[in-house]
């Protein structure tokens, strides 16, 4: 059994910065793969980033340049720093574990591969 809390999120001006954390409780991370997602209102939940287990990197084409997932296999935690929100970026986020090794394409960002989920956290961005 696993557990995800997800922490840092709260209200930031266009432009500015936010780094999410994920804390993640019972087997260690280092063995699956770790995904970022996000639900804006009235939207499906999409993917955002990736953190596969060979250390491999993903991101949402919208996200990309900006935003960047890491992870810390000491503390449980996987990260993700996020630069020049803007109002778009306003969802709630959401730390998800996958007990696949890797992904094929794009399966990193489907969301029914994925095993456990945090509650969420809200990231709002305003102009």
């Known amino acids: 059994q696993v557990q995800l809390v997800e922490s840092g999120g709260e209200s930031v001006q266009s432009g500015g910065s936010l780094r999410l954390s994920c804390g993640a409780s019972?087997?260690?991370?280092?063995?699956?793969?770790m995904g970022w997602f996000r639900q804006a209102p009235g939207k499906e939940r999409e993917g955002v980033a990736n953190?596969?287990?060979?250390?491999?990197?993903t991101y949402a084409d919208s996200v990309k340049g900006r935003f960047t997932i890491s992870q810390d296999n000491a503390k449980s935690t996987v990260y993700l720093q996020m630069n020049n929100l803007n109002p778009e970026d306003s969802a709630v986020y959401y730390c998800?574990?996958?007990?696949?090794?890797?992904?094929?394409?794009?399966?990193?960002?489907?969301?029914?591969?994925?095993?456990?989920w945090g509650q969420g956290t809200q990231v709002t961005v305003s102009s």
């Open positions: 953190f596969d287990t060979d250390n491999t990197t």
């Open positions: 019972g087997d260690p991370i280092s063995y699956y793969c």
């Open positions: 998800a574990l996958s007990f696949a090794p890797t992904w094929i394409g794009n399966m990193w960002s489907q969301e029914e591969r994925y095993h456990y």
